[in-house]
């Protein structure tokens, strides 16, 4: 068992230790100042960066929305009839 372990990790170390330079860089690092691949790249960064706010924010803006239009059905159903709520007295008759 130490001899198969040993023997996985002395491959994993050459085959990591073998690989070039080109393999580990990143797009930034490989291409000149005006490549297209670059550009690429940072709109990629870019737009996985503001995924989780805009979907945050949607989330948030929808609760908002829903809020206010609870508030306003609230307001307008007061307004058009104020004496609806009814209230049952049960008063005590005497007998």
């Known amino acids: 068992m130490l001899r198969k372990n040993l023997l996985m990790a002395l491959t994993v170390a050459a085959v990591l230790f073998n690989t ?6 990143c797009a930034v690092c490989l291409g000149g100042a ?8 940072n709109a990629s960064v870019l737009f996985l960066m503001s ?3 805009l ?6 803006g929808a609760l908002v929305f829903t809020y ?3 508030l306003k059905k609230r307001a307008l159903a007061e307004a058009v009839e104020p004496g609806a709520q ?3 007295n049960q008063e005590d008759s005497g007998r």
């Open 34 to 41: 005006d490549d297209s691949t670059i550009e690429g790249y």
């Open 55 to 60: 979907v945050l924010g949607s989330i948030v």
């Open 20 to 25: 070039h330079a080109r393999v580990w860089a």
């Open 68 to 70: 206010k239009r609870a």
């Open 86 to 88: 009814l209230v049952w």
């Open 51 to 53: 995924t989780p706010y």
